[in-house]
Structure formats: structure tokens, C-alpha cells
């Protein structure tokens, strides 16, 4: 019963934001359901004690990377960067390639250790106004950024910094650049996929006398600058956040070491607040980027924007808290879901698959589906069984590597339910629903699961690592 409980919550936060409705409302119903079916005299300690603070914890940390990262989103539109970089792009790759070169901009960001979210309120504008004068189909905009941010340089491609390429090496003991070889063809197969299905999709509303659309929500405001920024200006912010980004990942621990303390100056006696710098370093890194990225286009575009700043900022901001309180309760939810007792019956379900590597991938997979989170699927399914991984690993004579890379890759697979965070939050900044689009992010979802069991069959075929 308590199985059923589990899978009924997640079926009804599913439905309820496949049809629209706010997830910041359902998504604490939904959790409080279970909870409620499981063990009413929970219902109210789960709330406050799990499921707020959860979600409390996520916007301390997250908030301000969803703000920056909407201003600089924002700055890029009003600045007419990103309709000069639609110019340049139309100009060197064709119309015909619009979507491709929206997904290798995606690329190049996320792996430049660019924060996914970021990644959705940077490329947006500019995605907006390519697929306008290719005549594309607004409603595909979702599928192709995930296609180019939540997928291969997200967790396959080695070296990538984002979070799923990092968590199993603390498990694993290995490193970000984990088995490079069945990471980078698995990346490929996902790229060359992936792409194949948009161009289908793109050609077939073509043929059916599709363009962009008319009345579509949160549309990019039109550049009202005069004359527009060289090409080379334009994406000169997009360049720096990637590579102040790393820097400060570097810079930052060597300043202030593990973990940094001060005293508040206060009357009367006060505890130290102790930072523990390790786990925050890599956000700090982020927000620093997107300032320097923002005073960036301020610098090059002050006239353009200063006009249009107090409005777009509002606007801007207004996007990232929706989009974060989205992500938020999300955040919550999977917590709440997590602590129930038909959650360890999922868990345990799992060990029964022989296979060790199709093991993992399946239970990491899954795990994260029902937490709607790619990295806290991954960190259940590993804090759990890692121990267990590992000595399978060893029995059956398989590189550790090669569990990172599969673990890494299944977290990715089959997280982007319609619940899922991430997703919410690029329904939201295009204005889209999940009616219009979500078929195309289930489909870049199902390609993305099915690579991690063709790199498995590639690891067993050749033994390539």
C-alpha cells in the first residue's frame, strides 16, 4: 500500500502540472497526501520540518543564481545582443540551422560550468528571436534547450562541471573526466539523436504550413536601439560568465579555504556564523560570473537598456521567483516522497536486477523520476546502494569509472518528468505549457535514458572506458 501511495502522489503532481496548474500549490498537496495516507499525525511535523525547510534551503542557496541569471537574460534582450547574435548565427549557419545553433550554444555554456537555470534565461531571448525570423515553430524552443543544456554536457560528456558529473566521485572515488571515451560517444549518439527527431519535428510543421505563432506569452520585447552591436560584442558576455565562472571556481577555495567565520556586530554576545565555503563555492562562482556579465553588456549597451531597465528588471525578477518557488517545491517534494516508507519499497524493488551496471542505471534513473531531481535521485540511489555498487564492480572485474559515467548518465534519463524542475522553470521563461511542448522534452528525455544502455552495450561489446 504504501507503494501505491508513493506512485499516486507522483501521478497526481504529474497531472496536475501537465494541465497547468501552479506546482508551488500542488506539489505541498500532493507530498501532504501521502503523508496524510501514510501517517496522519506526520502530516503537520513533514510540512514544516521536511517540506518547508527543503524548500527554504533551496531558494537560500539557488534564489539569487535564478535572479542574476534573469537580469543577464533580460540585459541580453534589451541590448540587442541577442538579436546580433541571431544575425551572425542566420548569416554563418544558414536559417535551416537554427536549432542546431541553439543547442551547441547550450552546449558550450553548460559545460563551460554555466548553471542550467542560467543557461535557460540567457539563450532564451536570442532563441526566441532565431526561431522568429527562421519561421519555426515557437513550441519546439523547449525541446531544443534541453536537448543542448540538459543532456550530454550535462553528465556525459567528461570533464563537464555540472553536479551529476561531480557527486559519484566522492562515491566512486573517481574523477570528472570518468570513463572519457563512453562518456563522449555516448554524447554523440544523444547530439545526433536528439537532433535528428528536432529537424524531424521542424520539417513536418514546415510541410503543414506552421510558423512561428501569434499570441504567444512572454515574448522577448523588440530591440529598440538603432543600430545593432557587432557580433563579436554581443556574445562577449556569454563568453565571460563561462570563463569567469570557472575561475572563481578555482580562485574562491584558495581565498577563503575550507570554511570561513565572523562575528556579527551586535550588542551583547553573538555565535560566529562558520561558512563552509566548500559547499558553496561553486554557487559563489556562478553569481560572480553573472555580475561580471551583466556589467558587461552595461558597459557596451548602457544606452540601449537604460532606457528599458527599471521595467525589464522588474520583469526579469518577477521570472526568477516564479521560477524558483517552482523549483523549490519540487525541491520539497521529492523530499517529503523520499522519507515515506513505500519509497525504500521502490528502492528495495530495485536490487533485484542481476546486472550490476543495468542495476544502477536503472535504479538511479528511476529514483530520480520520482524525486523530479536528476542530482537528488542520484544521492539517494547512491548513499543507499554505493557500497553495494562497489563490490559489484570489483566482483565482476568493471572499472569504477565506468559505474561514475553510467550513474552520472542515468540521473539525467528519466528526471525530466513533466514535475520536474527544471522543466517547469524553461516552460515558464518561454511561456509555454506543458500541452504545447512537454512531448518534445519527453522525446529528448527518452533518447537521453536510452544512450546510458548504449553505453553499457558499448562498455560490454568493445571494453572501451
Request: include cysteine; charge should be positive.
Amino acid at each position: 500500500m504504501s507503494f501505491v501511495i508513493v506512485l499516486a502522489a507522483l501521478a497526481f503532481l504529474m497531472f496536475a502540472a501537465y494541465r497547468g496548474h501552479s506546482v508551488i500549490l500542488f506539489a505541498p498537496i500532493a507530498a501532504l497526501g501521502a503523508v496524510l495516507l501514510t501517517d496522519p499525525s506526520l502530516v503537520a511535523p513533514m510540512f514544516t520540518g521536511l517540506f518547508m525547510a527543503k524548500m527554504v534551503g533551496f531558494l537560500k542557496l539557488y534564489f539569487p543564481v535564478f535572479m542574476l541569471g534573469a537580469v543577464f537574460g533580460k540585459l541580453i534582450e534589451l541590448s540587442g545582443f541577442s538579436k546580433s547574435i541571431v544575425a551572425a548565427t542566420i548569416g554563418l549557419l544558414g536559417r535551416g540551422r537554427a536549432m542546431l545553433s541553439i543547442v551547441l550554444v547550450c552546449a558550450l555554456l553548460t559545460y563551460g560550468g554555466v548553471s542550467l537555470f542560467v543557461v535557460v534565461f540567457a539563450v532564451y531571448p536570442f532563441a526566441a528571436e532565431l526561431f522568429r525570423q527562421s519561421d519555426i515553430p515557437k513550441r519546439l524552443i523547449p525541446g531544443t534547450i534541453a536537448l543542448g543544456a540538459f543532456t550530454f554536457t550535462m553528465d556525459s560528456l567528461p570533464g563537464t562541471p555540472q553536479i551529476q558529473n561531480i557527486i559519484p566521485t566522492s562515491f566512486f572515488g573517481t574523477t570528472a573526466w570518468a570513463a572519457p571515451w563512453l562518456g563522449t560517444l555516448g554524447g554523440v549518439f544523444i547530439l545526433v539523436v536528439g537532433m535528428s527527431y528536432l529537424e524531424w519535428r521542424r520539417r513536418k510543421a514546415a510541410r503543414a504550413g506552421e510558423g512561428y505563432g501569434e499570441n504567444l506569452v512572454n515574448e522577448p520585447a523588440p530591440f529598440q536601439g538603432g543600430k545593432l552591436a557587432n557580433p563579436v560584442i554581443a556574445v562577449l558576455p556569454l563568453v565571460l560568465v563561462g570563463v569567469t565562472n570557472k575561475v572563481f571556481t578555482d580562485m574562491i577555495p584558495r581565498l577563503y579555504g575550507e570554511s570561513t567565520s565572523f562575528a556579527p556586530a551586535v550588542v551583547g554576545k553573538a555565535e560566529p556564523v562558520v561558512q563552509q565555503v566548500s559547499r558553496v563555492a561553486g554557487i559563489w562562482a556562478v553569481e560572480g560570473a553573472l555580475l561580471v556579465g551583466i556589467l558587461c553588456v552595461l558597459a557596451f549597451a548602457w544606452r540601449p537598456v537604460k532606457q528599458r531597465f527599471a521595467d525589464g528588471s522588474k520583469a526579469a525578477v518577477g521570472g526568477a521567483l516564479l521560477a524558483s518557488m517552482n523549483t523549490a517545491s519540487e525541491y520539497g517534494f521529492g523530499a517529503v516522497i523520499a522519507a515515506l516508507p513505500g519509497f525504500r519499497v521502490v528502492a528495495d524493488a530495485l536490487h533485484a536486477i542481476p546486472n550490476p551496471l543495468v542495476n544502477e542505471a536503472v535504479t538511479v534513473t528511476a529514483l530520480a523520476g520520482v524525486t523530479g531531481s536528476a542530482s537528488g535521485g542520484m544521492s539517494i540511489a547512491l548513499g543507499a546502494m554505493a557500497d553495494t555498487f562497489v563490490a559489484n564492480a570489483h566482483a565482476a572485474g568493471i572499472p569504477l569509472e565506468v559505474f561514475h559515467r553510467v550513474a552520472a548518465m542515468a540521473s539525467g534519463g528519466m528526471d525530466t518528468l513533466p514535475h520536474n524542475g527544471a522543466v517547469i522553470t524553461l516552460l515558464a521563461v518561454t511561456g509555454l505549457t506543458h500541452r504545447q511542448s512537454y512531448k518534445d522534452i519527453f522525446a529528448i528525455t527518452v533518447i537521453k535514458t536510452l544512450a546510458v544502455f548504449v553505453v553499457i552495450a558499448l562498455y560490454y561489446l568493445t571494453g572501451l572506458v
